[in-house]
């Protein structure tokens, strides 16, 4: 089951994806990592999901990378009397605590940590940002607003507030349940939405520890006041682009998409790029060319991966779409422009052995042409730290540690294997070269290179760097 593309597959698992005849063959046609969205569904429904994921990773014995995405704070408004309105521009508007349904001139807002937040001149978008008011005065339980773009508004409406760092956890009460059902499954990766602040990645670090990995949603334009920090904090980072969108203008979006990738790349932190990437294979067997440049564009940034969300989840070709992203990629990737482009960004090396070995490693196997780079590693980071190169050869990591096997499938270029400890600079080689061969990464006489640190199964930096010949 190797892969012969660098960029990976996040596939999400829905009503058009739950059987496990469909999620084999998902993985098949190339998703390596499948999102439960807890958006949606029961906890039985991930829980049998989860199991068949492990079984189809036993049956093909191949580590899969299994991503819980939480739901976050959903911000809404209440219910009006006749079940909907029409706000015309230039109008006023009201919001306030009170339970009552709404009328044409307010509506209820349960949310008293908006109130807090708001100023006069704050900008509230409605229905996903169709629907836009600005505040004219305000206290700790009602606002009084003027219509700027109008249009229909009904029952329990999503709110968005652009431009405020509202005072909400990102995680609510029915995340932490969640997660906790989450980690109990094993899962490898949380994505955590709502992230605002630094503050709200090391809250979900107090409850994950070292259970899973943790991804952080930035989906609101206060989160990229904090960018850098949030990178460091994190161990991946999503590009969520359909919330983005809905909390600033849409010409705003790509550039603030090339700063969360670039910043990620100097981070050496996994990046996705995700939503409506190939939204039209919900309906349609083949997607616009709009949608595959947009693909092809992420890959040419080097992200780790490009994510499907409702074409797969319950979109009527799931198989299709990751077999359409699968071609994407990989024709993107044997493009020249693409291999320049991955060598013009190269980024200076910090001043440690480990880097120094990495940076080498990578300059190394251009230069005699190996076809793989072999990482040993406990917990991912020599992997990770190979991954930050963006190498022509591809990564092969060997662990003994089935939680790193499992989450390193969303790293761009690994090629996740399990393997016994070694104990000695000879085993260390002799084992490299046999699943080299054995992944079918290397044959007779190639040349490959091996990366790795002592004292063998100590975390720790990488300090060796060993060329190997592949002997009969």
């Given at each position: 089951?190797?892969?012969?593309?660098k960029?990976?597959?996040?596939?999400?698992?829905?009503?058009?994806?739950?059987?496990?005849?469909?999620?084999?063959?998902?993985?098949?046609?190339?998703?390596?990592?499948?999102?439960?969205?807890?958006?949606?569904?029961?906890?039985e429904?991930?829980?049998?999901?989860?199991?068949?994921?492990?079984?189809?990773?036993?049956?093909?014995?191949?580590?899969?990378?299994?991503?819980?995405?939480?739901?976050?704070?959903?911000?809404?408004?209440?219910?009006?009397?006749?079940?909907?309105?029409?706000l015309k521009?230039?109008?006023?508007?009201?919001?306030?605590?009170?339970?009552?349904?709404?009328?044409?001139?307010?509506?209820?807002?349960?949310?008293?940590?908006?109130?807090?937040?708001?100023?006069?001149?704050?900008?509230?978008?409605?229905?996903?940002?169709k629907?836009?008011?600005?505040?004219?005065?305000?206290?700790?339980?009602?606002?009084e607003t003027?219509?700027?773009?109008?249009?229909?508004?009904?029952?329990?409406?999503?709110?968005?507030?652009?431009?405020?760092?509202?005072?909400?956890?990102?995680?609510?009460e029915?995340?932490?349940?969640?997660?906790?059902?989450?980690?109990?499954?094993?899962?490898?990766?949380?994505?955590?939405?709502?992230?605002?602040?630094?503050?709200?990645?090391?809250?979900?670090?107090?409850?994950?520890?070292?259970?899973?990995?943790?991804?952080?949603k930035?989906?609101?334009?206060?989160?990229?006041?904090?960018?850098?920090?949030?990178?460091?904090?994190?161990?991946?980072i999503?590009?969520?682009?359909?919330?983005?969108?809905?909390?600033?203008?849409?010409?705003?979006?790509?550039?603030?998409?090339?700063?969360?990738?670039?910043?990620?790349?100097?981070?050496?932190?996994?990046?996705?790029?995700?939503?409506?990437?190939?939204?039209?294979?919900?309906?349609?067997?083949?997607?616009?060319?709009?949608?595959?440049?947009?693909?092809a564009?992420?890959?040419?940034?080097?992200?780790?991966?490009?994510?499907?969300?409702?074409?797969?989840?319950?979109?009527?070709?799931?198989?299709?779409?990751?077999?359409?992203m699968?071609?994407?990629?990989?024709?993107?990737?044997?493009?020249?422009?693409?291999?320049?482009?991955?060598?013009?960004?190269?980024?200076?090396?910090?001043?440690?052995?480990?880097?120094?070995?990495?940076?080498?490693?990578?300059?190394?196997?251009?230069?005699?042409?190996?076809?793989?780079?072999?990482?040993?590693?406990?917990?991912?980071?020599?992997?990770?730290?190979?991954?930050?190169?963006?190498?022509?050869?591809?990564?092969?990591?060997?662990t003994?540690?089935?939680?790193?096997?499992?989450?390193?499938?969303?790293?761009?270029?690994?090629?996740?294997?399990?393997?016994?400890?070694?104990?000695?600079?000879?085993?260390?080689?002799?084992?490299?070269?046999?699943?080299?061969?054995?992944?079918?990464?290397?044959?007779?006489?190639?040349?490959?290179?091996?990366?790795?640190?002592?004292?063998?199964?100590?975390?720790?930096?990488?300090?060796?760097?060993?060329?190997?010949?592949?002997?009969?």
């Open positions: 089951m190797r892969r012969f593309r960029a990976k597959i996040v596939a999400t698992l829905g009503p058009s994806s739950s059987s496990l005849e469909k999620i084999e063959e998902l993985f098949k046609a190339g998703a390596d990592v499948f999102r439960l969205n807890f958006s949606h569904g029961s906890h429904d991930h829980e049998e999901r989860v199991q068949m994921i492990r079984e189809i990773e036993k049956k093909l014995k191949r580590p899969i990378a299994i991503m819980m995405d939480l739901q976050g704070p959903k911000l809404r408004v209440g219910t009006f009397a006749e079940g909907k309105i029409y521009p230039s109008e006023k508007f009201s919001f306030d605590l009170n339970p009552e349904p709404g009328t044409s001139q307010r509506i209820c807002l349960p949310h008293p940590e908006i109130f807090a937040a708001l100023k006069p001149d704050t900008d509230l978008l409605l229905d996903d940002g629907i836009r008011l600005k505040v004219l005065s305000c206290s700790k339980e009602s606002a003027i219509i700027i773009n109008g249009g229909e508004l009904s029952n329990r409406k999503g709110v968005n507030v652009p431009s405020v760092m509202l005072p909400i956890s990102a995680l609510t029915k995340d932490k349940r969640d997660l906790n059902f989450g980690l109990n499954l094993e899962i490898d990766w949380v994505a955590l939405s709502f992230v605002q602040k630094p503050e709200d990645i090391q809250e979900a670090k107090a409850i994950i520890k070292d259970k899973a990995k943790i991804i952080a930035l989906e609101k334009p206060m989160a990229i006041q904090h960018l850098d920090d949030i990178v460091q904090l994190a161990d991946a999503m590009v969520a682009r359909g919330d983005l969108g809905v909390e600033m203008m849409p010409e705003e979006v790509p550039g603030i998409q090339k700063k969360i990738i670039r910043a990620c790349r100097v981070a050496g932190k996994p990046v996705i790029v995700a939503t409506q990437m190939l939204d039209s294979m919900i309906y349609s067997p083949s997607p616009t060319r709009a949608e595959a440049s947009d693909v564009a992420a890959i040419y940034d080097g992200v780790d991966a490009v994510m499907l969300s409702a074409e797969s989840a319950s979109g009527q070709y799931p198989v299709e779409a990751v077999e359409m699968n071609r994407i990629i990989s024709k993107t990737e044997q493009d020249r422009v693409y291999r320049n482009m991955m060598d013009n960004s190269h980024l200076a090396p910090l001043k440690t052995v480990a880097e120094a070995i990495t940076t080498s490693a990578r300059q190394v196997a251009h230069i005699i042409n190996a076809n793989v780079i072999v990482t040993f590693t406990e917990t991912g980071s020599t992997t990770l730290r190979a991954a930050r190169e963006r190498p022509e050869s591809s990564i092969l990591a060997l003994p540690n089935l939680n790193t096997a499992r989450f390193l499938p969303l790293v761009w270029g690994a090629h996740a294997a399990l393997t016994e400890e070694v104990r000695t600079f000879s085993e260390m080689v002799e084992t490299a070269c046999r699943i080299a061969v054995a992944e079918r990464f290397a044959a007779h006489n190639d040349q490959i290179i091996v990366t790795a640190g002592v004292p063998f199964g100590a975390s720790g930096g990488t300090n060796i760097l060993r060329v190997a010949r592949i002997e009969k």
